[in-house]
């Protein structure tokens, strides 16, 4: 049976454009993965950045790769829906955790997060894939933004630092990052309430304004993997890295680091 939060036309148009609102997806754990922030801002992890960039004003911290020492996180990840969710919009019988990231926005913080896809910096592909990034308060002007139906272009966008904008791997054979405002892409985003998530294919580009707001702007984000998700080689140390993890290319990833939430 689909998830009372989904449709068949909201799974149609997750397919379609790789990117879709879910409403409430978290709202039942706003509190708990607030509290996992500020565990985590309080004892920040070895990827843990401030994305200090000269010129820029505010704070941008981000971090990711925590859930397992994080009770709040590793608790939400295990009991909300998301799993299930994840799964029937990936049309999968399995989802699997890939990774968390947090990213939080203090209150006039200029810093916006560069356009970018996931995929291209991780170890992993497949079709079957979701991010679900939730605000933990009210958003409009720094939510997420994502260009819809760019999980089906051909080439994948080059992989960049998001403070030195240099390249993370050779340029080859990537395309270069688009400008989506100025080539005027069908760019879909939302105003939010706490615990709403936009979910959206690890293929899609996406990024977000920086907060020059007066509250705060946290997120919380969790990577999910569907049946078709394999190891893959990339040409330099992948973002996250998950050093030893001692992976061959074609294989799933394996269940003891990356536990498979729903199916099985
Ligand atoms: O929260 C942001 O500013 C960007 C989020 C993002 O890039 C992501 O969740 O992949």
Redesign the pocket.
């Known amino acids: 049976m689909t998830h009372p939060l989904l449709s068949e036309d909201l799974i149609d148009t997750y397919q379609r454009d790789g990117v879709v609102l879910i409403k409430g997806l978290f709202a039942d754990h706003v509190a708990a993965l607030r509290d996992g922030v500020e565990r985590n801002i309080a004892a920040p992890g070895p990827y843990a950045s401030n994305n200090d960039k000269p010129g820029e004003t505010g704070r941008f911290f981000d971090d990711y790769c925590n859930w397992q020492r994080i009770p709040e996180f590793e608790a939400v990840i295990r009991q909300s829906d998301a799993a299930q969710v994840a799964a029937e919009l990936m049309q999968s019988a399995t989802a699997q955790v890939f990774h968390d990231?947090v990213?939080v926005?203090e209150p006039g913080t200029s810093m916006a997060?560069p356009w970018?896809q996931?995929g291209p910096y991780y170890f992993v592909e497949g079709q079957q894939t979701v991010?679900f990034?939730s605000p933990l308060d009210p958003v409009r002007e720094?939510s997420?933004r994502c260009v819809a139906g760019s999980h089906l272009w051909e080439k994948p966008v080059l992989p960049t630092r998001w403070v030195k904008g240099d390249a993370f791997f050779d340029p080859e054979p990537y395309m270069p990052v688009p400008d989506p405002d100025a080539e005027g892409m069908d760019i879909r985003e939302w105003e939010m309430a706490p615990g709403d998530a936009v979910a959206f294919n690890y293929g899609i580009l996406?990024?977000?304004r920086g907060n020059t707001s007066a509250a705060r702007r946290r997120?919380f984000?969790l990577r999910l993997v569907g049946d078709d998700a394999r190891y893959v080689e990339r040409p330099g140390p992948t973002s996250p890295p998950f050093p030893g993890h001692d992976m061959v290319p074609g294989q799933k990833l394996r269940e003891d680091w990356f536990p498979v939430l729903w199916g099985r």
């Open positions: 990231h990213l926005k997060t970018h996931d991010s990034w720094a997420l996406h990024g977000a997120a984000s």
